[in-house]
């Protein structure tokens, strides 16, 4: 009678990261960026888009859980896709980077004029543990309210 040999699943458990007493707990603080854009040259949207720029610096310094890693700005741009958009392309490879965990936004039309665009860098953000938060809609892409994002 000869003996099965029977295959063994084996599962690798982690080590459990050990606590670094040398990093402090400020240094734990999530670091936000802030993307704001206005779509015209107009003197009225020029106020809007200081407007945007002083309320997001205030509202990430203000929090005392949020590392301010930038405000992201394109003035004047009425590009329809993301590719002209200066600091939105440099704000999502820092994001990719991991110098950015959470960009704040005024709403899904600020953040890309595109449908694809935007579906594309969000998933890509996800990823990546990114999250994009579009204040105007109320939606957090790493939430479960991301509605398919």
């Known amino acids: 009678m000869a003996e099965t040999e029977e295959k063994k699943k ?13 990093v402090k707990l400020s240094d ?3 670091k936000v960026a802030a993307y704001c854009r206005v779509s015209t040259e107009l003197e009225q949207q020029e ?11 205030n509202k990430i310094e203000e929090n005392p859980n949020w590392k301010n890693a930038g405000i992201y700005a394109d003035d004047g741009k009425s590009a ?3 590719k002209k958009m200066d600091d939105f392309n440099a704000m999502i490879g820092d994001a990719l980077d ?29 990823e990546k543990n990114v999250a ?11 939430d479960g309210t991301g509605k398919s994002c």
């Open 98 to 126: 991991g110098k950015i965990e959470m960009i704040l936004t005024k709403s899904v039309s600020r953040f890309a004029r595109n449908t694809v665009d935007a579906l594309i860098t969000i998933r890509k953000l996800k």
């Open 47 to 57: 106020s809007s888009y200081e407007a945007q720029v002083e309320y997001y610096t």
């Open 80 to 82: 329809t896709n993301t």
């Open 10 to 22: 084996i599962s690798m458990i982690p080590a459990k990261p050990q606590y670094d007493r040398s």
């Open 28 to 30: 734990k603080r999530m």
């Open 132 to 142: 994009v938060v579009f204040e105007k809609e109320g939606v957090n892409t790493l």
